[in-house]
């Protein structure tokens, strides 16, 4: 029983670090704006973001993360421990609305509940 909550830790540590890279990112990028400019100047702004110490969270983030999932799936078939993914889109959803304004549409409220139901039946199948 232990055992099993242990690998399971590593599922949510995956899911809370996924939408924390997620939102850190975002929420730094509605801070600045894309130059004007051919693809070069692009290239050197996006390459510039990597300076800021938020963006580099996000991408420890997302690294932390991808060693929490090839732990998961060390101990978990993949089609049990991947429809737990989708409680981040969930997660990230309600966080674009909560802090970055996002408009709740009934067709995305809709979408997040079938999510939900979907993670719902595939965790008990």
């Given amino acids: 029983m232990i055992e099993k909550l242990d690998s399971h830790l590593y599922i949510l540590l995956t899911i809370v670090l996924t939408v924390y890279g997620q939102s ?3 929420w730094q990028l509605n ?3 894309m130059p004007q400019g051919g693809a070069a100047a692009k290239l050197w702004f996006a390459a510039g973001l990597l ?8 991408f420890v983030s997302y690294f932390l993360a991808a060693l ?3 732990v ?3 101990r978990f078939e993949i089609s ?3 429809p737990f ?3 981040s889109f969930v997660l990230v959803f309600l966080l674009g609305a909560l802090l970055f304004k996002e408009p709740l549409t009934a067709s995305k409220l809709t ?6 139901t979907g993670i719902v039946v595939l965790a008990r199948g």
Avoid: D, E, F, Q
Wanted: proline letters at 3%; hydrophobic letters at 60%; aromatic letters at 12%.
């Fill in 72 to 74: 998961a799936l060390s």
């Fill in 31 to 33: 801070l600045v704006s």
């Fill in 111 to 116: 979408g997040m509940a079938l999510i939900a």
């Fill in 80 to 82: 049990y421990a991947y």
């Fill in 51 to 58: 300076t800021n110490p938020w963006i580099l969270s996000g």
């Fill in 68 to 70: 929490c999932w090839m």
């Fill in 24 to 26: 850190v990112v975002k």
């Fill in 85 to 87: 993914m989708s409680v």
